[in-house]
């Protein structure tokens, strides 16, 4: 199959328009496999792709000042129903530079897929990284996912990641994301997951803001059903003045699935200061009777309730 | 006035932590019309709200509730919804994530435009249809996408749960609007309210004290008796202490 196809072919299972990478200003990377299946390039921006014998090894580096109009589309996808797929990702964004890439990772047929993401990220003073990285996965619940990154955000730097695996089975994930926050940078993480049947998800996330005025925010939204079961941990550590940081996990548990969260928020600074909330349990009672009363059974409530939160 | 009841109660009681919320209550309400159930605070007007939609722990109230004929004193809140009763609460509830659009489309049984009812609440649906119905709203413009998703329904009965609560002046005239809506196009609402303002809206009215239905009628009637008396009143929920006594 040539890489056009399989380009083609990655892009089907994403649900996004065949021709988003017509447009020449779009760059793009797609991996299949341990294959680079297409690649664009933009001025400023560079894009390494190197095949390793299970995987890729990626590159990225944006020059000082640029800034990347339009969203980088990036596919990491596995096609056959078994199979490894191991993505080291090294991304360093310059001084004042911009970019917003939007990542699939594909594994519509999987039975027994493993797909590692080991990620290395330096977020240069007074630029801006958002990643939102959207899970498709088979309803055979045959996949695992290892998501590790190490970020490192220099002064005034921007990090936003949007982690959402809610489409086909989870199988197995277990996120690891560490952050170190330099003076006045911003972070925020978001990971939502739709957990069912024997699905197990772990998220580990932490941020250590460093530096004066750093920010940081932690958000977690998992809904669990069956015999699903999720371990979320969340750190935030403020260890000089004004630095602000805030934990917010929510997780809706229904049939026998299990839910655990372990905020932990640390202060190292009379002037910093570090919020948390956590609610665990079942859809909240009145937005459920409210819904009834309006003819929906419970069931119907419950999924258009979760809807809302994971969407 | 249609001399159809649309809704029974017949000698309901309900108790709740060994505490008898409403005693012996009996009251009719009338097909396309408005009515105001109306007491102070603590007299079981929610209550009785809570047990004519059904939510679970007021089921247990003894008695018997009629809609439209039928005995709907053990069906849940959706079995009855789906009969044509409804309510919007004192509070409308947040909803994180979910859109005016979601929430407002949960109440129709049929897909159509949503967007006439959302003029009509004075909500833009260009700037509403996709913001969340949650904390990002005040609690008028809640009140008015509830009633707006309640308008987009079909139901009969509509049970509003101090449709003044939290709101200026500017949002309850438009529900009033809204009801005056509701009301042309032929269905009935309840008020639960301890507000004049809300009172004078109905056509009719029961005045609550005590777990118990103390006077009825044309609202004309009721509301010198509600202002003079009840609203000063220091015997609150005690219908049978002082002057009340007398108010059959």
Same mark, same amino acid.
């Given at each position: 199959?040539?890489?056009?196809?399989?380009?083609?072919?990655?892009?089907?299972?994403?649900?996004?328009?065949?021709?988003?990478?017509?447009?020449?200003?779009?760059?793009?990377?797609?991996?299949?496999?341990?294959?680079?299946?297409?690649?664009?390039?933009?001025?400023?921006?560079?894009?390494?792709?190197?095949?390793?014998?299970?995987?890729?090894?990626?590159?990225?580096?944006?020059?000082?000042?640029?800034?990347?109009?339009?969203?980088?589309?990036?596919?990491?996808?596995?096609?056959?129903?078994?199979?490894?797929?191991?993505?080291?990702?090294?991304?360093?964004?310059?001084?004042?530079?911009?970019?917003?890439?939007?990542?699939?990772?594909?594994?519509?047929?999987?039975?027994?897929?493993?797909?590692?993401?080991?990620?290395?990220?330096?977020?240069?003073?007074?630029?801006? #990284?958002?990643?939102?990285?959207?899970?498709?996965?088979?309803?055979?619940?045959?996949?695992?996912?290892?998501?590790?990154?190490?970020? #490192?955000?220099?002064?005034?730097?921007?990090?936003?990641?949007?982690?959402?695996?809610?489409?086909?089975?989870?199988?197995?994930?277990?996120?690891?994301?560490?952050?170190?926050?330099?003076?006045?940078?911003?972070?925020?993480?978001?990971?939502?997951?739709?957990?069912?049947?024997?699905?197990?998800?772990?998220?580990?996330?932490?941020?250590?803001?460093?530096?004066?005025?750093?920010?940081?925010?932690?958000?977690?939204?998992? =809904?669990?059903?069956?015999?699903?079961?999720?371990?979320?941990?969340?750190?935030?550590?403020?260890?000089?003045?004004?630095?602000?940081?805030?934990?917010?996990?929510?997780?809706?548990?229904?049939?026998?699935?299990?839910?655990?969260?372990?905020?932990?928020?640390?202060?190292?600074?009379?002037?910093?200061?570090?919020?948390?909330?956590?609610?665990?349990?079942?859809?909240?009672?009145?937005?459920?009777?409210?819904?009834?009363?309006?003819?929906?059974?419970?069931?119907? =409530?419950?999924?258009?309730?979760?809807?809302?939160?994971?969407? | %006035?249609?001399?159809?009841? !649309?809704?029974?109660?017949?000698?309901?009681?309900? +108790?709740?932590?060994?505490?008898?919320?409403?005693? @012996? *209550?009996?009251?009719?309400?009338?097909?396309?019309?408005?009515?105001?159930?109306?007491?102070?605070?603590?007299?079981?007007?929610?209550?009785?709200?809570?047990?004519? %939609?059904?939510?679970?722990?007021?089921?247990?109230?003894?008695?018997? !509730?009629?809609?439209?004929?039928?005995?709907?004193?053990?069906? @849940?809140?959706? +079995?009855?919804?789906?009969?044509?009763?409804? %309510?919007?609460?004192?509070?409308?509830?947040?909803?994180?994530?979910?859109?005016?659009?979601?929430?407002?489309?949960?109440?129709?049984?049929?897909?159509?435009? !949503?967007?006439?009812?959302?003029?009509?609440?004075?909500?833009?649906?260009?700037?509403?249809?996709?913001?969340?119905?949650?904390?990002?709203?005040?609690?008028?413009?809640?009140?008015?996408?509830?009633?707006?998703?309640?308008?987009?329904?079909?139901?009969?009965?509509?049970?509003?749960?101090?449709?003044?609560?939290?709101?200026?002046?500017?949002?309850?005239?438009? !529900?009033?609007?809204?009801?005056?809506? *509701?009301?042309?196009?032929?269905?009935?609402?309840?008020?639960?309210?301890?507000?004049?303002?809300?009172?004078?809206?109905?056509?009719?009215?029961?005045? %609550?004290?005590?777990?118990?239905?103390?006077?009825?009628?044309?609202?004309?009637?009721?509301?010198?008796?509600?202002?003079?008396?009840?609203?000063?009143?220091?015997?609150?929920? +005690?219908?049978?202490?002082?002057?009340?006594?007398?108010?059959?």
């Amino acid at each position: 199959m040539c890489a056009d196809v399989k380009t083609k072919e990655l892009i089907k299972t994403t649900g996004e328009e065949e021709n988003i990478l017509d447009d020449p200003r779009v760059a793009h990377l797609f991996i299949s496999g341990n294959e680079v299946v297409g690649a664009r390039d933009l001025p400023g921006l560079q894009v390494e792709a190197s095949e390793i014998e299970d995987g890729v090894d990626v590159k990225i580096n944006l020059k000082e000042g640029v800034k990347i109009e339009k969203p980088v589309h990036m596919c990491f996808g596995v096609m056959p129903e078994t199979g490894m797929q191991k993505i080291i990702l090294k991304v360093n964004l310059c001084k004042d530079s911009r970019i917003n890439i939007l990542a699939h990772c594909t594994f519509p047929f999987a039975k027994d897929v493993k797909h590692v993401m080991d990620a290395d990220i330096t977020v240069g003073e007074g630029a801006s #990284y958002e990643y939102t990285e959207r899970h498709i996965h088979s309803e055979t619940g045959g996949v695992k996912v290892y998501p590790e990154a190490r970020v #490192y955000l220099k002064e005034n730097a921007t990090f936003r990641t949007n982690f959402e695996l809610l489409k086909g089975r989870v199988g197995l994930i277990d996120i690891d994301y560490r952050t170190q926050c330099e003076k006045e940078s911003t972070m925020e993480m978001t990971a939502k997951v739709d957990g069912k049947k024997g699905d197990i998800i772990k998220i580990r996330e932490t941020g250590h803001l460093k530096g004066e005025g750093s920010t940081g925010v932690l958000t977690t939204r998992v =809904a669990l059903r069956d015999n699903a079961t999720a371990d979320v941990y969340n750190e935030i550590i403020a260890e000089k003045p004004y630095a602000r940081g805030h934990v917010d996990c929510k997780e809706i548990v229904q049939d026998n699935a299990r839910a655990k969260a372990v905020p932990v928020v640390e202060v190292k600074d009379p002037k910093a200061h570090v919020t948390h909330e956590a609610a665990i349990g079942s859809v909240d009672s009145k937005q459920l009777q409210t819904l009834m009363s309006r003819g929906l059974n419970e069931d119907e =409530a419950t999924d258009l309730i979760i809807k809302g939160i994971l969407g | %006035m249609n001399n159809n009841k !649309i809704l029974q109660v017949k000698d309901l009681h309900l +108790e709740l932590n060994n505490t008898t919320i409403i005693n @012996s *209550l009996n009251i009719e309400l009338w097909e396309g019309s408005i009515h105001a159930i109306v007491g102070p605070n603590g007299a079981g007007k929610s209550s009785l709200a809570n047990c004519i %939609m059904g939510l679970e722990k007021y089921r247990k109230a003894s008695g018997e !509730i009629l809609f439209k004929g039928k005995d709907i004193t053990g069906l @849940s809140v959706d +079995e009855r919804a789906r009969m044509g009763i409804t %309510m919007a609460w004192q509070e409308p509830a947040r909803y994180e994530g979910l859109t005016v659009e979601d929430f407002v489309k949960a109440s129709l049984k049929k897909d159509r435009d !949503i967007k006439p009812v959302l003029k009509r609440m004075g909500l833009d649906p260009d700037y509403y249809l996709k913001r969340a119905v949650d904390d990002t709203l005040s609690g008028g413009e809640r009140k008015k996408v509830e009633l707006a998703s309640i308008m987009a329904g079909d139901a009969e009965l509509i049970i509003m749960d101090e449709p003044d609560s939290g709101i200026d002046i500017e949002s309850l005239n438009r !529900i009033f609007e809204a009801v005056s809506y *509701l009301r042309e196009s032929g269905r009935t609402v309840v008020f639960i309210t301890h507000s004049s303002a809300v009172l004078k809206q109905a056509e009719h009215a029961f005045l %609550m004290c005590g777990g118990k239905v103390v006077d009825k009628g044309v609202t004309k009637k009721i509301i010198p008796y509600f202002e003079g008396k009840c609203l000063p009143c220091e015997c609150k929920n +005690e219908p049978y202490i002082g002057e009340a006594e007398n108010v059959r």
